[in-house]
């Protein structure tokens, strides 16, 4: 039976993609993880082995974040002049970000997700609704999906139309991927890493990369293949299969660390 700093192994992989979607931010969200590993290290009763080690340790990081992070406070409560996507999620507190990124990315309850933040259940179970609000409100931009097979590229094209977006192509494979992005100019990329004999996702974000700033989310079967604790590693990861509600908030939060999206452009 693994010990206590076996499952802390298992478990930092989702601990750091919780972190980098919730900064925006690989390196930043790495130096979270790594400050609180260095608490882990001061006080290692932190974390007991009678217990959920997975909660326990996020429930260190947020006790890290209340420490050093930014704050609802901080941020201020007046609505935001510019009403484009970064600035209606950047005006969401901080606290329903990580209550969104909770319950839908890594999959904790909305009970567990409270008691990592460290609110009553109660509150935990208002602060979503009032997140989702927040969500369901923004603004549309245009998104190329990057997928081989047509059922899942289908189901993520209706996911995406649902929130409002414009879907500017469907590319299957590498070569495909590069030309579209580079015709449409899209608002946010979201990508499979493996598209068969079409190539690598992967290596299609890079070229694409080299020549326009744009949010990319990988959502791939094969996390492991992108979460090795190597650099460099994505800051938006989606595990297939997905839920609908974790690729609405993680594209929501991809977003919202970048500027006031492009005009649509054609459907297809």
Known sequence: MPDVSEKIVENLRYLRRYARAL???QQTGDTYVRICLEDLLQEPDRISATGDVRLQLFRLFHDVWSRTGVHDEDEGESEPNDLSVEARLQALPVSERQILLLTTLEGFSVQDASQILGIPHEAGADL???AWSSVNEQMATSILVIEDE??????IVGLVRDMGHSVVGIASSQVEAVRLA??????LVLADIDLGP??????????????????????????????????????YLVTKPFEPDTLKVTISQALSFFGQPRQSRQAV
């Open 150 to 155: 047509p059922v899942i590229a289908l189901d």
């Open 198 to 235: 079409g190539g690598s996702g992967l290596t299609a974000v890079k070229e694409i990369l080299d020549s326009m700033r744009v949010p990319v989310i990988f959502v791939t079967a094969y996390p492991e293949r992108l979460l090795t604790g190597e650099r460099p590693e994505p800051t």
């Open 182 to 187: 580079q015709k449409s100019q899209p608002g």
């Open 23 to 25: 900064l925006g931010s």
């Open 128 to 130: 979503l609704a009032s």
